[in-house]
């Protein structure tokens, strides 16, 4: 926990930033606010799957999270957390509402310009790690980059750099397969920071580890949120959510702030 | 905006590197994959390799004696004016070719009608009947032996000499000797074609070509005019130096007959070319079928096998759409994936078929004969055939959502 961050409230931070508008660039935008850029900003989104009935996975969701801030999504299973996951990821798209990344309204945007977003700004954090099992551990960083015009040479420096800060300088020509699951789940980490996304979100990063594995994951998570990185981790884990600096809590659909204790 | 799309645009060589690596992961079920497309690859180039090294031999129906055997004969032809022209050899017509190049051995021949005379090998009148045999009497120029290749089993054959004076000799082919009871040639035998008595000088015992010799009294071509008054010769027989069959048949009747080389007949051996044609086309069209269907089979199985790994890739093509790579990166890796494939396996099914043609070429002693092209271009058909069988797995796996293929594990 750190306690000493600055807390932004969501509803503070809504007050700060500039009304939506499509034309709105978020590289102007950072500059101009530097420090407390807003990265995501969900208004009023909704998402409901066909059927019948209709199943309403989330509603009514408004969601800030600032740069640099650590943020915990909790839940049970069947809450809606993947969802949302999905949602804040560019995976998938709301069907009422306005999402803001970076202050770019992505919920109109075709599939190959939100793929290209996501590649760019998001990097994801699964619990299965979803490392390519025949490729070494420098290749499977290098991957978040292939799809972006990064020069390989660029692309392998800064995957060993970021393997560097993980800790498994070490691991670089391994096989994934010859690593433990905490060493996988950093591999997997480092994959997510190398693109240096703007969020980087975990999906119940520790869900298959053991808790020594866990702690040094979240260890990780601490020192990155110490660099300024802004985290959003989703878990049913009171342990894992209690390390970020602010929680949010999901339950059917709906989502309620937290004060951090 | 000219920078949009170059930017989505993999680099080829990442795209490249990515299939290579996806191909990779699994030797095993690689060399099963291709293996349909080596194997079609393999059958259409030694097919086509075995069918250029055939033709290019001179095969077993294309024997050397007959490949060098032409025979001019006369020959008529409706003139303008509605009559028959009918030409005659001329008695030198041996001489005449004998100038050109090309031309080994020549001689005429002719059948000889004897009016009626019988051939009898003793002048005894045999007061029991008959030992009298039906024996054909032919005529031919001294050439004409070696021209048909004629051996001799006893004697020797008449020359120029005998054939200008007219000398009552004779060469009897073997059976006619057998007939005759003529078995030797030391004792100066002789025998009668009526009541002329004619002496034996020799006994042919085989021939390549104008087998009647076997059966018949042959005469010197002088002999027959002065005695039995032979008009003319009746064919022209020649045999060529190998391979110029074709350039004397093409100048024989002129040489023969400068006046009307068309009145002639000339009969020459087909030409290699014709042989060729037949030869490749019988064993080509099986073979090349065999060879399509191979492949047909080779890019149902890259199909079906991209298909397969597609759907346990499941997690892997999620885990790229959500680090950036679109529908379309997607698509594009597996086809190259099937692409690769296609043309590893066009690479080694060349490489079979070249070893193929060399290795019955050695067999059967042939110079193997193969269109260096025809190498080149078969991993390139293995490619097309990958590019067509990876289409629609490709477009399957460009298809899955990212959020299904990233649930669970």
């Known amino acids: 926990m750190t306690p000493s961050e600055p807390f932004l409230s969501s509803v503070l931070q809504d007050e700060h930033s500039e009304p939506p508008s499509a034309g709105r660039n978020h590289e102007e935008q950072g500059e101009q606010d530097q420090g407390r850029r807003t990265v995501v900003e969900m208004i009023g989104v909704c998402r409901t799957f066909p059927g019948t009935p209709e199943v309403h996975a989330v509603r009514d969701i408004n969601l800030t999270i600032s740069e640099g801030e650590y943020l915990s999504i909790v ?26 990344l970076d202050g770019v309204d992505v919920s109109e945007l075709s599939d190959a310009k939100r793929s290209e977003l996501r590649g760019e700004r998001i990097g994801f954090v699964f619990q299965a790690f979803h490392l390519l099992q025949h490729r070494s551990v420098l290749e499977n960083v290098e991957l978040s980059m ?32 010859t690593l433990s699951g905490g060493e996988r789940q950093r591999v997997a980490i480092a994959r997510a920071l190398a693109a240096e996304p703007s969020l980087l979100l975990a999906d119940e990063p520790t869900g298959n580890l053991d808790s020594g594995n866990a702690d040094a994951v979240l260890d990780v998570f601490d020192k990155l949120h110490g660099e ?8 049913h884990d009171d342990d894992v959510s209690t390390r970020a600096d602010r929680r949010v809590r999901i339950a059917d659909g709906t989502l309620t702030d937290e004060v951090a204790s | 905006m000219r920078r949009a799309p170059l930017r989505r645009r993999l680099a080829l060589r990442d795209l490249l590197g990515e299939a290579l690596a996806g191909v990779a992961a699994r030797p095993s079920r690689l060399a099963l994959t291709t293996l349909g497309t080596v ?17 290019g031999q001179i095969s077993g129906r294309f024997d050397a004696t007959s490949a060098v055997r032409v025979v001019v004969e006369a020959g008529e032809r409706e003139g303008t004016d509605g009559g028959v022209k009918i030409t005659e050899l001329p008695w030198d017509a041996a001489d005449r070719v004998s100038r050109l190049a090309g031309v080994a051995a020549a001689g005429t021949f002719a059948q000889v009608a004897v ?66 009871g003529v078995n030797r040639v030391d004792s100066q035998p002789s025998i009668f074609i009526g009541d002329r008595p004619f002496t034996v000088i020799g006994i042919i015992d085989s021939a390549s070509h104008r087998s009647e010799l076997l059966d018949a009294v042959v005469l010197p071509m002088g002999t027959a005019d002065s005695l039995y008054g032979l008009d003319a010769p009746g064919a022209l027989e020649i045999r060529t ?21 068309e009145l002639l007949n000339v009969d020459v051996p087909p030409a290699p070319g014709s042989l060729r044609d037949e030869v490749s086309t019988d064993v080509n069209v099986l073979f090349l079928a065999l060879g399509g269907l191979a492949l047909l089979v080779g890019g149902l199985g890259i199909a079906n096998i991209t ?100 649930r669970g594990g």
């Open chain 2, 115 to 180: 009016e009626g005379a019988q051939v009898r090998g003793v002048p005894v009148s045999d007061p029991g009947g008959a030992v009298e045999h039906d024996v054909p009497v032919a005529a031919g120029s001294p050439g004409l032996f070696d021209a048909v290749n004629a051996v001799l089993s006893d004697g020797r054959f008449f020359d120029a000499g005998h054939d200008g004076r007219g000398d009552p000799v004779v060469v009897l082919g073997r059976y006619a000797a057998e007939r005759l």
């Open chain 2, 241 to 261: 130096e190998l391979g110029a069959a074709q350039l004397i048949g093409s100048q024989a009747a002129l040489a023969v007959a400068p006046n009307d080389p």
């Open chain 2, 39 to 55: 194997v079609g690859i393999a059958a259409l180039v030694a097919t086509m390799g075995l069918g250029q090294t055939a033709s």
């Open chain 1, 146 to 177: 292939l799809y972006r015009r990064i020069p390989r040479r660029e692309r392998t420096k800064r995957a060993r750099d970021t393997l560097d800060r993980v800790g498994l300088k070490h691991r670089v020509e391994f096989s994934p397969q």
């Open chain 2, 307 to 406: 298909l397969l790994s597609v759907m346990e890739r499941i997690s892997e093509i999620g885990l790229r759409r959500a680090v950036g790579a679109t529908r379309r990166h997607i698509a594009n890796q597996f086809v190259v994936e099937s692409i690769v494939i296609g043309f590893l396996g066009g690479l080694i099914g060349a490489a079979a078929g070249v070893l193929a043609t060399v290795g019955v070429s050695m067999a059967r002693g042939w110079t193997p004969l193969l269109d260096p092209g025809l190498a080149a271009v078969a991993p390139f058909l293995g490619a097309l055939i990958g590019l067509v069988a990876g289409t629609y797995p490709a477009w399957r796996a460009s298809t899955i959502e990212p959020i299904a293929a990233l």
């Open chain 1, 228 to 235: 300024g990185l802004t985290l959003a981790v989703i878990t």
């Open chain 1, 75 to 100: 839940g049970p299973s069947g809450s809606g957390k993947s969802t949302l996951l999905h949602l804040l990821g560019l995976l998938d798209r709301p069907s009422v509402g306005t999402y803001l």
